[in-house]
């Protein structure tokens, strides 16, 4: 299964991104570093009805393939613009959290 790494301005991954199914999937772990941190698990996944509001945010075309989309909105670094859509539910999604 093909996965990008959807990066923010610094170039960081903030998510990682693949198709499961029809549905996108975006997720992202962090591991605590210290004994005071807890680790903690996003996952995002939205259907393919909100395929087109996602290109149509970014300025991307929309009949274009997803992975494509989310591989330009990465190139670009605008993973953190992407994951803000997401949490504020702008672009529709279920979110699963946990954490330790």
Known sequence: MAEI?????????VRYASLDGQNLKLQFEYYARH??????EVI????????????????L?????ILAIV?????????EEFVAALDSKEIKCEIFTWSS
């Open 5 to 13: 790494k959807v990066r923010g301005a610094d170039g960081k991954p």
């Open 35 to 40: 004994d005071n941190e807890g680790d903690y």
């Open 44 to 59: 995002q996944t939205v259907a393919p009805e909100e395929f087109a509001a996602i290109a149509n945010k970014f300025g």
């Open 61 to 65: 075309d929309p009949t274009s393939d």
């Open 71 to 79: 591989q330009q909105i990465s190139d670009a670094g605008r993973g």
